[in-house]
């Protein structure tokens, strides 16, 4: 029987941002494990968030932009960010970064393996690995074991963001490398909500990815179909050349993460329903999680002293779910009424879940009304009641 002070089940985003600031606080000098099925050495995903603030990743940041672009018919608009940056984090330069320096570290363990069960004990937790067991006083959890998520359809509302981009490089000069375009609406909303994400690396190479947030994934021959019309008929774009392929979809529910499953295991990245259930958005929410957590045990000895999510951010999350689930094909027209009306740091900030209740009374007041009182008429009551 090994024994641990704590074990991190999944070396993912979550688990390796959680060791990470572990290490980098007074707790560097417990014996921590670190689980996963697989060493990550795979550019998986790239994240990419807002901030004001400096991060323990600036020095690995692939990129950083101080302008967003927004299109949709009928209305282009630059922004200027700052205080603000848009981040863009590879995969693999986060997995390398943060794997090399718990390396270092003589009493942080990786072990790789299968995990097939997290079990409660009397006083801690134990994770199964290939067949053995390893316990420690606290369990951080970021995996999905089978049958471990029940969706309740009817009280709570499940989409997904489904996604693929292409890295493409063009012979003619075609993008603008200081400001990547957060939303381009100058696309087929046939499906629902349907946008193109452009992430510029310079004039002749950039990510271009098509983002739906609907109930339903597309073929693949669809997600082709919307980027090769896009780059056609939008940017007038016939040659160019494949680099990459990212493709990915994320949960959006406002259905609640339990946070402490069992009383010594707690809940952290995606399982602790820690991606904004409107936005997909993860990685800054993660590292507050992070950061709170390495406080609470440093202070209380415990992960339990975290702040609690807000009650009317959770409600907002609910009622956009569901006017997008209704109101698919007038998304356009209402972001494009959310970014026209409204500065920047003001939808960022509702976003965070940073607003007073006046923002919150000019960002609903800067939308159409109808989608939101139906929305909010429909479901929210329901789940909140
Ligand atoms: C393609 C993609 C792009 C994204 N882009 C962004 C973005 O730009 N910005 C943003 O904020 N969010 C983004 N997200 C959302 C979110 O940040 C990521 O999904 C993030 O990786 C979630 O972190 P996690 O630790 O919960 O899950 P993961 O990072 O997936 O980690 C889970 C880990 O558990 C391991 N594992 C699973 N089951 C087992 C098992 N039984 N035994 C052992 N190990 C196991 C896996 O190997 C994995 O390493 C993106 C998601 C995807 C899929």
């Known amino acids: 029987m090994k024994k641990f002070d704590y074990i991190i089940a999944g070396g993912g985003m979550a688990g390796l941002s959680l060791a990470y600031h572990m290490l980098h606080s007074r707790l560097d000098d417990r014996q921590v494990l670190i689980v996963d099925r697989q060493p990550k050495t795979e550019n998986d995903r ?17 990129r950083q932009w101080k302008e967003l672009q927004f299109h949709s018919p009928g209305y282009s608009k630059t922004y200027a960010l700052p205080p603000y940056r848009y981040n863009m984090l590879r995969g693999i330069d986060f997995y390398q970064h943060t794997q090399m320096a718990l390396r270092k570290a003589p009493n942080y363990h990786f072990l790789y393996g299968d995990v097939s069960a997290v079990n409660s004990l009397p006083n801690g937790a134990e994770v199964v690995v290939d067949g053995q067991a390893y316990q420690a006083p606290w369990v951080f959890d970021s995996l999905y074991l089978p049958g471990q998520f029940k969706p309740q359809k009817g009280r709570y509302r499940y989409l997904w963001q489904h ?60 997600y082709d179909d919307a980027l090769q019309t896009y780059l056609r008929e939008v940017l007038n774009l016939h040659d160019y050349e494949i680099l990459e392929t990212e493709q990915g979809q994320i949960p959006m529910t406002d259905q609640p993460f339990p946070r402490f499953p069992s009383p010594y295991q707690m809940t952290i990245g995606t399982k ?11 990685f800054l929410r993660t590292q507050h999680d992070s950061q709170a957590i390495v406080r609470s045990l440093l202070d209380h000895n415990q992960p339990t002293h975290i702040p609690r999510d807000r009650r009317r951010a959770r409600l907002y999350d609910a009622i956009m779910l569901e ?10 027209e209402i972001f494009t009424d959310l970014f026209r009306n409204n500065p920047i740091d003001r939808i960022f900030r509702f976003l965070d879940e940073e ?14 009304s109808r989608p939101f009182i139906e929305a909010l008429f429909h479901t929210g009551f329901r789940s909140f009641k």
């Open 46 to 62: 790239t994240w990419s968030f807002w901030s004001r603030e400096s991060s323990l990743y600036d020095s690995i940041l692939y």
């Open 163 to 222: 996604f693929k981009g292409w890295i493409i490089e063009t012979q003619d000069a075609i993008f603008e490398p200081q400001a990547p375009t957060l939303f381009d609406f100058r696309t087929s909303q046939k499906h629902g909500m349907q946008f193109i994400y452009i992430l510029p690396f310079s004039e002749h190479q950039a990510l271009v990815e098509v983002t739906l947030f609907t109930g339903n994934l597309l073929s693949d021959e669809d």
């Open 272 to 282: 602790g329903g820690r991606v904004k259930a409107s936005t997909g958005y993860a």
């Open 323 to 332: 006017v997008m689930d209704r109101n698919g094909e007038r998304m356009a």
């Open 355 to 368: 607003t007073s209740p006046l923002d919150e009374v000019k960002v609903f007041a800067s939308v159409p």
